[in-house]
């Protein structure tokens, strides 16, 4: 039996290996495809072979499906099921009175606290009138002191008074507007219709999908229809599922708001009894022991802030309501229409856009919804802001990579239909038989993949979002603009997957670090602003030091002193700072660093020449003016001087400070020193006039001496010494 | 009569020395110049020994000129003086001695701008109407 085996495969082997190409050559067939497909046809297995081929194909649009129908559930799960009772009930527990008084205990404590500092100034006042110093402002303190132990004494009833007067308020809107109340909760009843389209669409698309991978159809319609579909029904659920999780974001982030707000408010009440006192007491010393919020000015601002945040939330919340409703009865009309050459696939494009377009319109009116209450929640103070923005940011975010990837699937997916349906076309016309017509498709599949996608992708996506933003720009109110805004940015990040199908992924990797480096060049500059503001050069010369402070706000650093021109020599000469210039963020101040320290050009390589930079390298690309930017220190080295043009030297000894003349005539002497052996006396300006005629044979003869050389250098250093030495004479230097 | 007070410069700066200069070779009075003088290399030639050589470059008028400047910046010598002091140090006659005297007056000494100006410029005033002359009918 084994042998029959060893047998069969032996055969099978020669004829594959050598028989099959021979048969081919002999009968000059050149596509194996064709053969292969023949041959199937043949033996009737045409159709499970085929199914097979294209379950190839079918397999990636069920894998983006799959992802979309997850991020569909998620969003479902968490908008509809969760987050709605979750954010009612974070706005119940923040507008909670009961909380502070927890808290008392606490606030004695801290009152205790701030009533020592009364009782230590009551004694210095009484001190100060026993020896009768500063008598009359001894005195002058103590109602301020008395009016201070009051406030502090009845701080807890005060601002906790100041809170229930704002939730009172906050309730008092909330009724007036008709958001929130026991039944119905804050966000309201109208919200579950959001996730009733959203569980809709997922449903259809669930069962379109799975018709569309089970059913075996020819496969000039898996390539002309199926998977184009299986890619736009993909798409739209993606963009669906995470318009939702953006919605569900935002709500999270008003709910979170109301939370802080409690959290806020208590800490609040704990320190008033500091508060109050500073308040009372506005002395240089104690607002400089009690700074931030823990000073009257401070506390009271952050104060008033959370405690009347949530009406300034209840009206934006009241005012989604409305959008909802009002957005609702809108009829938008979307213009889709693609321009592909190709008939068949135009109608699909047209079908399947329209599709996503009328899905995007029935989100409108949760968007516009879930923008009120962003553009609400980013009104709320400081950190809540930050949070919210992040938040909302990495949500844009996942939209992008999915609308990217979106866009390159159905790029792709068109582009082989495009060539598939040609070849196909071109085969049948030529008259051969349909299976051989699918082996041309299949071949040409591959070919110009990328040829007409890209084109299609790009219309497809633009006309889904296109026209929203205008047409929410003309319903909307003069405050809304921020909230259209991000609507635009999201647009905009729709333009940038464009150009992912022009750069590539490693030019959209580029891309993507470009965007990431601009935003954190964009905080560097801001924080060296205030770094600079407060600490002057010092804080930021301490920034470029510290190893922990990132290469980008290094370069921001050393670009703010460059500007200001308070780049010390001290740190241009740290091995830290130098370490920093031949990094890649260093080497763009590199040059601007050399102009000032010409002198360490040689420590430093050369990208243009892959050696060390010469003096004159950077000599050369000083313009005359700048000139006297250059460091004495940089100037004290012979070897620089000796590099720089007359024009150089001329601007030096007519605009230099005295500081760069010196360090001028000392590279002189040097200079003089090495080509003649003579040592001339700088003790005195008149003694080196002195040496300086005295020795003006040798001189002379060694600038004739170097004018003769056939090296442009010595040629240039006579000049110099030419230039330096009539210089010192008239006095000049 | 121009007065120069003491207190407003402490020295030449590289413009009033390109008008010494200047001064210099538009009164033919010497080189300006160490280095590359033709004028210069003629006179050494005479120098038998490098000391006089020295002595040749240290009489030369700009630099005699320059001496005096720095006496006058220094409070040494005043500012008055300047023509007797270039006459016998340059060996000039009177008038010149006088003519560079007072170029160099005015445009080195007169610090500021609109007072040169208002100098050089000599501007007309009309004269003042005596009160106590009675008009001729």
Known sequence: MQRTIKQLFFFFTLFIFFLFPKVVKAFNVSDFGEIIISLLSTLGLGAPIGYLISFLFRLPFLFLAIVGFFIGVIAIFVGGLIVPPFVNALIDLGLNQTVFKGFLGTWEIVKDFALSFVRIFLLLIGVATIFRIFEYDARKTLVPLIISALLVSFSFPISTTLISWGNALTNFISTALGVGGSTEGYLGTDLTEIYDTLLNALISHLSTTFDRFITFTDLQTLFTKDNVIFALISLSTLILGLISIYISFVLLALGIVFVLRLVFLTCLVIVSPIAFLTAGLRTREIRQIFGGFLNWDGWWATFLEWVFIGVILLIWLKVGVLLLGITKELDFKLNTSCNVEDTDINNVCNQEIGFIAEQLIKFLPALTFALAIHIGVKTSPGVVKQAVESAIGMVKLATTVAITAGTFALGGAMASVGAATRAWGAARLAGVSRRSAFGASVKAFGKEWARVGPRIGRSALSMALSEIPPELGKIMPEPFKPGIETVESIKKGVGWTKRMVVLGREGIKKEMEARMEELERKRAREEIEEVYKKHGKEGLEKMIRSRWTSEIAKGEATKKLLEEGKLSDDLIEKDEFKKFLRTKEGGKYLNDVLKLRVDLAPEFINPKTNRPFTPKDILDEITPKDVIKIRPKAIMDPEVVSAMSPTHIERIIRAGTIKQKDALVESYTKIIAEKTGITLTTSTRENLRKDVSENHEKIRNTIDTLRESSDPLDVNKAEIIKKIGDAIWQRRL | ?137
């Open chain 2, 1 to 137: 009569m121009i007065k120069y007070n003491p207190n407003q410069k402490k020295f030449l700066s590289s413009e009033d020395i390109d008008v010494i200069v200047e001064i210099v070779k538009k009164y033919n009075l010497g080189p300006t110049d160490l280095f590359d003088n033709q004028e210069l290399e003629e006179m050494l030639k005479s120098a038998k020994t490098p000391e006089e050589a020295t002595k040749i470059i240290e009489n030369l008028p700009f630099n005699k000129i320059m001496d005096r400047l720095e006496e006058i910046l220094t409070g040494k010598s005043s500012l008055e003086d300047l023509s007797s002091l270039l006459r016998k140090d340059l060996n000039l006659s009177l008038f010149m001695a006088e003519k560079i005297a007072k170029e160099i007056k005015e445009r080195v000494f007169l610090i500021a701008p609109e007072e040169k100006k208002k100098i050089l410029e000599k501007p007309t005033t009309p004269p003042k109407e005596d009160i106590y002359r009675e008009p001729i009918e």
